[in-house]
């Protein structure tokens, strides 16, 4: 996470990517 730009942008683009892939598959390959 950087600062609060790239903080917000971070925890939106992760919550984008698990509403739009399931959490095995997204979680196993994002993280």
Do not use: C, T
């Not at 950087?2 to 683009?13: F, H, K, M, P, T």
């Not at 990517?17 to 196993?28: D, E, M």
């Amino acid at each position: 996470m950087l600062d609060r730009d790239g903080r917000v942008i971070d925890l939106n683009e992760s919550a984008k990517r698990l509403l739009a892939a399931p959490p095995n598959a997204g979680a196993g390959r994002s993280v």
